[in-house]
Every structure is written in structure tokens, then in C-alpha cells.
């Protein structure tokens, strides 16, 4: 089982940044990838970012330029730091990880219960 635990969310003004933390534990080696998704009230989830263990990175177009997604050596953590944040990116923000090849291949993964980020002034 794995479980994964986001955290960093909160209430920023536009313009400011925040950074999201992820991690990743139980019968775990060196995750596949992670990805951060976000559903804003009222819209579907969408894929914001995501990181897979070789380190290749994907964006929304929405995000690239003020987004980044990183991890740690051993791919059990992943940060989200937001900066330059607008209204339009208050959501919901939560992370999905995919523990190995075979589990991609099954379509298995592991969501977290998501983290509130609210840009307001």
C-alpha cells in the first residue's frame, strides 16, 4: 500500500508564491512519477505538473514560467513552488503517485486527500 500526503497549502495574495510538499510512503522504492493535479470549484481536475523518476518534467500551459515541479534523490518527495499566483489558480491541489512500471502499465495509482491553495487578496 502507499500512501501520500500533500501539505503547503494556504491563502496568498496574487502575485505571491507558495511552495506544495508531497510525500510518498508505505511499500515504496523509488516512485515511477508523481504528478500534481488541481480542481478549481465548480471545474474538472486538470494535470498542473508532474516529474517521473528519470526527472523529465511535464507543465500545463497555463502554469509554465511560474510553476516548478522537483523532487528528492530518492523520488519519495515532490514540491510544487508556485510563484506569481493568480486568482485563477485557487484549487484544490493534490498529488498522485505511481509507485512502479508495472503499476503505470495497470493504471494503478495513489491520490492524496489534497491541499487548499486560495489567491486572494
Known amino acids: 500500500q502507499v500512501q501520500v500526503v500533500e501539505s503547503g497549502g494556504g491563502l496568498v495574495q496574487p502575485g505571491g508564491s507558495l511552495r506544495l510538499s508531497c510525500a510518498a510512503s508505505?511499500?515504496?522504492?523509488?516512485?515511477?512519477?508523481m504528478t500534481w493535479y488541481r480542481q478549481a470549484p465548480g471545474k474538472q481536475r486538470e494535470l498542473v505538473a508532474s516529474?517521473?523518476?528519470?526527472?523529465?518534467?511535464n507543465y500545463a500551459d497555463s502554469v509554465k514560467g511560474r510553476f516548478t515541479i522537483s523532487r528528492d534523490s530518492a523520488m519519495n518527495t515532490v514540491y510544487l513552488q508556485m510563484n506569481s499566483l493568480k486568482p485563477e489558480d485557487t484549487a484544490v491541489y493534490y498529488c498522485?503517485?505511481?509507485?512502479?512500471?508495472?503499476?503505470?502499465?495497470?493504471?494503478?495509482?495513489?491520490w492524496g486527500k489534497g491541499t487548499l491553495v486560495t489567491v486572494s487578496s
Open positions: 508505505g511499500s515504496i522504492r523509488n516512485i515511477y512519477a
Open positions: 516529474i517521473t523518476s528519470s526527472g523529465t518534467t
Open positions: 498522485n503517485a505511481i509507485r512502479d512500471y508495472r503499476d503505470y502499465v495497470l493504471g494503478l495509482d495513489h
